[in-house]
């Protein structure tokens, strides 16, 4: 009885937690991440990243697209720039939540200031807000790279009558110095983790453990367990190695194990240590990804066993919360309390509709990730 009361407390303070960040996370998009998305233009297709106040992408099927926003979010001045070379600029300004318009012109005319210069209209409507997959830059769009490629006659224009700004996401860090203090640790601005870490800080190794496993019903719990993390691009998914060369299952019980319903990992058992792939962390385009692999099922004695099935949760590093902070609104709920380490916890159910959920039987895991030096 414990455990399906702990099980179900989990599920309904999961439930209303997920409620009440979904309600809230269209506003925090308008206003944080406001361009973010994929837009349906009348000049083709653009995906744009949002990071802080610089905003990159792909543009149609051969061009890409750089820009910066004025302080309030609105208004986004931008480069875009064809595989074939040509150039041009583009001011947009946000009217609603899904919704741009502006002007454009070519890079040989003066960049469009206001709704009237330009060579012609650019408007386009939010398709979806969901991060794009970025795949025409062949270099690391980044605040910094986009300063020293822009001419220096045009960057008034670009970065609002103001030198090199902070424009990243974390405005009081590494990451947002000017150009003469480059050299400097720079922070990974697109983690938002990274934001309560010393600048320049930069993980050997990252700890993915399973705690426990808590059955909501009486059997016994029989099946396999792993834990994996990957770099992902656009090329596909490369796995992290995991140090001392362990196997990445964490449990493996069969029907002849002593029967239990609620199990407790010790940490030589249930942790893995993936070394942190540098170029992977630091590159905006790809995303170091988290992902639990379960296979388990509840073994009666008596009745028909609950066959959970095979089934995977994961989550992304750029999703996890900074020190503080928690979110519900993932595979895991997860909530971090130190910097650089996160708790997380989730369940699952033979069947994945709420209501199911609520029924049947329950079960939950719990777990951590957290850095390594």
């Not at 890409?64 to 004025?70: I, L, R």
């Not at 992902?291 to 089934?311: A, C, M, S």
Request: net charge positive.
């Amino acid at each position: 009885m414990q455990a399906r009361a702990k099980a179900f407390t989990r599920l309904a303070q999961t439930t209303l937690t997920a409620l009440a960040i979904s309600a809230s996370s269209s506003a925090i998009a308008q206003s944080s991440e406001r361009w973010q998305g994929e837009w349906s233009t009348n000049h083709g297709q653009l995906e744009l990243i949002q990071d802080g106040r610089f905003v990159y992408g792909d543009y149609r099927t051969d061009a890409t697209f750089e820009g910066v926003t004025d302080p309030t979010g609105r208004v986004l001045r931008a480069t875009f720039t064809y595989k074939d070379g040509r150039k041009g600029f583009a001011t947009l300004i946000i009217a609603s939540s899904n919704r741009f318009s502006g002007r454009w012109d070519w890079a040989n005319q003066p960049p469009p200031r206001t709704g009237n210069d330009g060579r012609g209209s650019w408007s386009g409507t939010k398709k979806g807000a969901v991060r794009p997959r970025v795949t025409h830059f062949s270099y690391s769009p980044n605040p910094l790279n986009y300063w020293r490629r822009t001419t220096s006659r045009n960057r008034s224009w670009a970065f609002y009558d103001g030198g090199y700004r902070a424009i990243a996401r974390s405005s009081n860090n590494a990451s947002t110095q000017s150009v003469g203090s480059a050299s400097r640790p720079q922070r990974l601005s697109h983690i938002p983790a990274f934001g309560s870490l010393p600048a320049g800080y930069r993980p050997r190794y990252v700890e993915f453990r399973v705690r426990e496993i808590d059955m909501s019903e009486r059997g016994s719990l029989i099946g396999t367990m792993g834990v994996y993390a990957y770099c992902e691009r656009t090329s596909g998914l490369a796995p992290l190695r995991v140090f001392g060369a362990r196997p990445n299952r964490v449990f493996d019980r069969d029907r002849n194990s002593p029967r239990t319903n609620n199990i407790s990992l010790r940490e030589n058992q249930g942790a893995r240590r993936f070394l942190v792939d540098r170029a992977c962390l630091e590159d905006r385009n790809a995303r170091i990804k988290f992902e639990l692999k379960t296979n388990l099922t509840n073994h009666r004695r008596v009745g028909r066993d609950t066959i959970f099935g095979y089934q995977a949760a994961s989550v992304y590093l750029d999703q996890m919360p900074r020190a503080g902070r928690s979110r519900s609104d993932l595979g895991f709920s997860m909530a971090s309390s130190v910097s650089g380490q996160w708790n997380w916890d989730l369940w699952m159910a033979q069947d994945k509709r709420l209501v199911a959920k609520l029924l049947n039987p329950v079960m939950s895991i719990e777990g951590s990730i957290k850095f390594v030096d």
